[in-house]
């Protein structure tokens, strides 16, 4: 798992944040791998599937203000 930064570059050093984002990472890394393996499975292309999954990824907002 990464080391997770403030907007200052610091280390995260809240135990239930760090917990949180962690278990967030390993949620979104499983639903990526299931839909990726489904894709293949469907007789997609595997380099455009990850393709998307990147596009979907850079179109992601966050709707707060960085502190």
Request: charged content about 30%; proline content about 6%.
């Amino acid at each position: 798992m990464p080391t997770w930064l403030t907007p200052e570059g610091k280390a995260l050093s809240c135990l239930e944040k760090i917990k949180v984002l962690n278990e967030n990472l390993t949620e979104i890394r499983e639903l990526c791998q299931e839909a990726l393996e489904d894709a293949v499975l469907m007789g997609c292309d595997e380099p455009q599937v990850r393709q998307v999954l990147q596009e979907l990824l850079d179109s992601l907002e966050t709707p707060f203000e960085n502190k």
